[in-house]
């Protein structure tokens, strides 16, 4: 059975966007539809367009006005860190008077604190805090949400933590779309003596467990100084890809470390953060299908300069913009807050900042049937209580977003 939106003030189609894959966008490339309409099909759309130019057979179906509203592709967050415990609100006011990120992991705060805290929590009370924190974003529009294991460092824990994952996903199904990303490399705890044993003993034996279970949908790594090395990253990688699981990086974010390079050499989905990227990791980038995540409410959180947006974006590079929501380095859950802000400072125009969190997020997820309102695509939607686009990220830090009736 068909359903029919009409009247809609503006319907973000993202349809040029679409065909140039999210890349060198003008603001031409919004293409905005004034008082549209939308018809949907069981999961997919059907038609779009003018709703003066409703075609007949869609005219005698009852349809649902939504005058006042703007549609536009739905919000996806490809970057959290949600399924943690405890709170590092202690680490903030130290940072505030001067202790730097680096200074409070090297004495043993940070991530390893956080893995102190998950692991105090049953896989029950995972489950109903990180359940608790989904529900709130989906109220913020976001419908489909990447989440990280990485706070519980051990053998058992991790596993737990993946599974944990994966019950939120199929709890939220289908109306809210969980991608689950296996980062056990996150932190060596204090009890390895170096990355490469605890790989040996945790990350790559438990992938190997977890992947005939068809429950990671990619896998991560910290490749940064005092975390992981190119060699662990290069290691994981090539596991990954030999039992097909895609790959994701945490990248260039504290020091400049070819985490771009890899991602593109290894055809990653993404490499996040990228702050320290260098020039030749930006033409990698821009020549490789990798997608660039930019995390500003971290590089905001951590008092660091942003990453170089503009200088990506007009080399063609694929860019797009997550939360990174986690105790520690950003703790936001909003991601359109985040991009509201952070848009005038990374020089996005509006067709950029909008591909950054609907079409180009859905690509670092490797999801490429959703994020433009077109024929043929996923029906996955947000809508605004707004009269225009420009509304809603004006409004920044006020929720506009509504539930689609
Ligand atoms: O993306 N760097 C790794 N992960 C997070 C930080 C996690 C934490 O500080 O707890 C990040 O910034
Ligand atoms: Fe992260």
């Known amino acids: 059975m068909e359903r029919v939106y009409i009247h809609l003030n503006q319907i973000l189609t993202l349809k040029s966007a679409h065909i140039k894959d999210g890349r060198r966008l003008t603001s031409d490339d ?26 007949l057979e869609f005219k005698q179906i009852q349809s649902i006005n939504l005058t006042g509203h703007v549609l536009a592709p739905e919000i996806v967050d490809s970057h959290t860190h949600l399924v943690f415990g405890g709170d590092r609100s202690n680490e903030y006011a130290d940072r505030l008077n001067g202790t730097t990120y680096e200074e409070i992991a090297r004495r043993g705060g940070g991530i390893l604190f956080t893995m102190g805290e998950t692991q105090k929590l049953s896989a029950d ?41 994966d019950r939120l996903k199929k ?41 005939p ?20 990253t290069q290691q994981l990688f090539q596991l990954a890809r030999d039992l097909g699981i895609p790959r994701k ?12 390079e890899i991602a593109s050499h290894f055809g990653a989905l993404s490499a996040d953060h990228l702050l320290k990227i260098s020039d030749e990791g930006i033409k990698q980038l821009a020549a490789s299908s990798t997608v660039a995540t930019l995390l500003p409410g971290t590089a905001f959180f951590l008092g660091k300069p942003l990453a170089p947006a503009r200088k990506m974006l007009d080399q063609g590079v694929k860019v797009a913009l997550a939360s990174d929501f986690n105790p520690g380095s950003c703790h936001c859950d909003n991601l359109l807050l985040i991009a509201s802000i952070s848009a005038a400072q990374l020089k996005l125009n509006q067709a ?14 490797g999801l490429k049937d959703q994020g433009a309102i ?7 939607f947000t809508l605004f209580k707004a009269d225009s686009l420009s509304q809603i990220t004006y409004h920044w830090g006020k929720n506009l977003a509504v539930s689609l009736p």
């Open 125 to 165: 009370d995972l489950f109903e805090q990180a359940k608790a924190k989904i529900t709130t974003i989906t109220t913020y529009g976001v419908g489909t949400i990447e989440i990280k294991s990485g706070y519980g460092l051990s053998y058992e824990k991790e596993k737990e933590l993946t599974l944990v994952i």
């Open 171 to 211: 709890h939220f199904a289908p109306k809210i779309k969980i991608f689950n990303t296996y980062l056990a490399a996150h932190d060596v705890p204090r009890s390895f003596t170096t990355s490469r044993q605890y790989l040996d003993e945790v990350v790559i034996p438990l992938l190997k467990e977890l992947a």
């Open 352 to 365: 950029e900042l909008w591909s950054a969190i609907t079409l180009n997020a859905s690509h670092a997820l």
């Open 249 to 260: 990086i945490h990248a260039d974010e504290l020091n400049t470390n070819n985490g771009a």
């Open 30 to 55: 919004l293409d905005v539809i004034h008082d549209g309409a939308v018809v949907v099909k069981e999961d997919r759309i059907l038609w779009v367009g003018r709703s003066s130019d409703l075609p």
């Open 374 to 380: 077109i024929p043929g695509m996923k029906a996955r």
């Open 213 to 232: 279970l068809k429950v990671i949908d990619a896998v991560d790594i910290f490749h940064e100084k005092n975390y992981f090395t190119d060699q662990d």
